[in-house]
């Protein structure tokens, strides 16, 4: 069963492979699958059609056969992240074979749009409504 560890919030969740229900958020058990399932919010403006870099994480454990290979598709998207590093993917694109542990950047977290709090900043003040 593998387990998917959210950085910085350490939030770990746990699944039996090929058992969780499809979201339509990304890859089935993707990362952004996986964190849609569990009521974490993992940032993906374009629905997870690997359209934008905005569920860019960073691998911050050894995942030698813990997801699945990048991919030309999910490359060239990367390429226009900010912050790439060797160890960044797409979280809507990396399918979860094994325990991962990845660190969602900073940049990454749009705390506006979540309502005034972000795991990052802790709680934001909202903004007035009209």
């Known amino acids: 069963m593998p387990k998917v560890t959210f950085l910085p ?14 979201g339509e958020h990304g890859k089935p058990e993707s990362l952004l699958d996986v964190a849609e399932h569990f009521g974490f919010h993992l940032e993906h403006a374009c629905g997870g059609n690997n359209a934008c870099t905005t569920c860019h994480v960073i691998v911050k454990n050894n995942t030698d056969g813990n997801l699945t ?13 900010p912050g790439l590093t ?11 074979t094994g325990d991962v542990v990845v660190e969602i950047p900073n940049w990454n977290i749009n705390y506006v749009s979540e309502g005034g709090g ?12 009209k």
Do not use: F, M, W
């Not at 919030?9 to 499809?22: D, I, Q, R």
């Not at 060797?86 to 979860?96: D, M, T």
């Not at 972000?118 to 409504?129: F, Q, T, V, Y």
């Open 9 to 22: 919030a350490n939030v770990t969740y746990e699944y039996e492979t090929g058992k969780l229900p499809y």
């Open 69 to 81: 290979e990048l991919d030309d598709d999910e490359a060239d998207r990367l390429d226009k992240a």
């Open 86 to 96: 060797i160890h960044s993917r797409l979280g809507c694109q990396c399918v979860v």
């Open 118 to 129: 972000s795991i990052n900043l802790g709680g934001a003040i909202p903004l007035p409504k």
